[in-house]
T-cell receptor, first 113, second 114 residues
Framework: GESVGLHLPTLSVQEGDNSIINCAYS??????FIWYKQESGKGPQFIID?????DKRQGQRVTVLLNKTVKHLSLQIAATQPGDSAVYFC????????????FGKGTRLHILP | ETGVTQTPRHLVMGMTNKKSLKCEQH?????MYWYKQSAKKPLELMFV???????ENNSVPSRFSPECPNSSHLFLHLHTLQPEDSALYLC?????????????FGSGTQLSVL
């Protein structure tokens, strides 16, 4: 069945280091992927998205990589800061279809001082 | 700050109570959503409204009843809930109901059913 999963429920990273959060998806037809960040006491917030015709997309301090061969998605955060502490969700969808977005379970990112 | 406001932030209710959750968006969006977030589970889509019309009901029990009087407001009416309904209920909006639309979430209502 369809599923979007993250490899690790928790990730601890030293402040200033780069963080890499991974996600695997199973639906080969998925062609649109999104990363959301959820801070404590808040709802999920859009970070970055990528379409399947791209392998990489960069934002401010974040980069998303897509490997369609192995159905793998990753979010890289450069120079991790305390404000990056949150739960990160990947989500997949199929563009131009009226399907619901499928969310993964999330990875909690802890920033170590 | 996201343009989507949910009230109340916290709610404790008994199984025989009737309560309502409210969501308001100030983004001029036309689609609104209710999601349920339980511990250690992915976000579960409950209901979708597009231009005030309900377009999706993902097999949600009838003890949850949504209402969308206009494109800016969304309610979730609750009655005779069960303890397993305790969760964070998130409202979201998007420009329209399309698969590649970014969702803007409220901060949620943390619901506890006793």
């Amino acid at each position: 069945g369809e599923s979007v999963g993250l490899h690790l429920p928790t990730l601890s990273v030293q402040e200033g280091d780069n963080s890499i959060i991974n996600c695997a998806y199973s639906n080969s037809a998925s062609d649109y992927f999104i990363w959301y960040k959820q801070e404590s006491g808040k709802g999920p917030q859009f970070i970055i998205d990528i379409r399947s015709n791209m392998d990489k997309r960069q934002g401010q301090r974040v980069t998303v990589l897509l490997n369609k061969t192995v159905k793998h998605l990753s979010l890289q955060i450069a120079a991790t800061q305390p404000g990056d502490s949150a739960v990160y969700f990947c989500a997949e969808n199929i563009m131009n279809r009226d399907d619901k977005i499928i969310f993964g379970k999330g990875t909690r990112l802890h920033i170590l001082p | 700050e996201t343009g989507v406001t949910q009230t109340p932030r916290h709610l404790v209710m008994g199984m025989t109570n009737k309560k309502s959750l409210k969501c308001e968006q100030h983004l001029g969006h036309n689609a609104m959503y209710w999601y349920k977030q339980s511990a250690k589970k992915p976000l579960e889509l409950m209901f979708v409204y597009n231009f005030k019309e309900q377009t999706e009901n993902n097999s949600v029990p009838s003890r949850f009843s949504p209402e969308c009087p206009n494109s800016s407001h969304l309610f979730l009416h609750l009655h005779t809930l069960q303890p397993e309904d305790s969760a964070l209920y998130l409202c979201a909006s998007s420009q329209e109901r399309r698969s590649n639309e970014k969702l803007f979430f409220g901060s949620g209502t943390q619901l506890s059913v006793l």
